[in-house]
């Protein structure tokens, strides 16, 4: 039995499936790349095999201007940036060429630079044009996630990633978590501390951020003190699920569900283009039945999409409180 490895070999075998090349499949060629579509998105919609866990890092990006002159390094990192015609300022994270990148604007109502409006660093003095601005992550207060993303479960917590102080008092309650274990006491005692600890730790300081993401904007929206909490070139790792990509791995275009359902979907789109001669009669008596080609393929896509739902589908999560 051939297995199909591609796009291409898919549509042959669902071809093939249906009498191909025995029987003229009366189907357009787009109609059959809509039709493997079509399938791709409800496999990767409900099938719990078309998507897998993962935990993603992202770096965190800070707003850049492009100057139209390469005199980026004559200014002083640190040093603020102000604009002449919006009045905008804003630390400066680094500098070189003819590029410079901030953390943050330093206004609290958020004025933004404006193309073309000249910039003047209050330490060096030294003045430049902008070009062009490209927002960066803190400035957008969103992380940018790549189309395959289809669940986001949670950020990890990023609340102690600019706490290097031993006098820190989670510092201190982490650096204290092992005690009484193994020979100087009881696993009970250690494991009822631990249940402590994580109680006060949930309620005085709970890094557990309040995201909102959606698919379509690709965005990943996290409610935080985005110029307090995170900075330029700092990693965050978001745990998430995403498509397992048939372009990367071919053995998806071979799983038993979607040869199955997608040759349903063609069957039925050519049951739907014999309908227009339904009743018309041929030489030798011969007469078209789309109607019924038709139905049987429906009756196949209810039935192979129950199987899915019931069979194939991750739990749905529920929220209890």
């Keep these: 039995m051939a297995q199909p490895n591609s796009r291409s070999t898919l549509i042959d075998y669902c071809l093939r499936s249906l009498g191909s ?5 009366n189907v357009d060629d787009d109609q059959v790349g809509d039709r493997i579509d079509e399938a791709l998105q409800l496999y990767q919609t409900y099938h719990a095999d078309a998507i897998e866990k993962i935990f993603l890092k992202h770096k965190i990006t800070g707003s850049s201007l492009l100057l139209t002159t390469a005199v980026a390094a004559n200014f002083s990192a640190g040093e603020v940036i102000t ?21 943050d604007l330093t206004h609290l109502d958020d004025i933004a630079f404006i193309s073309g409006e000249t910039i003047t660093g209050t330490t060096s003095t030294t003045t430049a044009v902008i070009s062009s601005i490209t927002i960066g992550d803190i400035q957008n207060k969103y992380l940018p996630l790549n189309s395959l993303i289809t669940d986001v479960v949670q950020i990890m917590p990023i609340s102690d990633s600019n706490t290097n102080s031993m006098f820190d008092a989670q510092y201190q309650m982490r650096l204290n978590d092992v005690h009484s274990l193994g020979f100087l006491g009881s696993l009970v005692d250690y494991a009822m501390s631990q249940q402590w600890l994580a109680l006060l730790n949930n309620i005085i300081d709970n890094g557990t951020k309040h995201i909102s993401f959606d698919r379509h904007k690709n965005q990943l929206r996290v409610d935080m003190n985005w110029e307090a909490e995170v900075l330029v070139g700092q990693f965050v790792v978001v745990e998430c699920y995403r498509v397992i990509d048939p372009a990367s791995y071919a053995e998806v275009y071979n799983d038993y569900f979607l040869k199955k359902y ?9 049951g739907q283009n014999l309908l227009k001669f339904e009743g018309m009669q041929m030489p030798g008596g011969v007469t078209f039945n789309g109607r019924q080609l038709f139905e049987d393929a429906k009756e196949e896509l209810i039935k192979l999409e129950e199987e899915l739902r019931l069979n194939w589908e991750q739990p749905v999560d529920f929220y209890i409180g």
Excluded: C
């Design 83 to 103: 604009g002449s015609t919006s009045g905008a300022t804003a630390f400066i994270h680094t500098n070189a060429a003819s590029t410079i990148v901030y953390k």
């Design 262 to 270: 997608a040759t349903a979907l063609i069957k039925q789109q050519w």
């Design 21 to 25: 090349p025995v029987i003229e499949i």
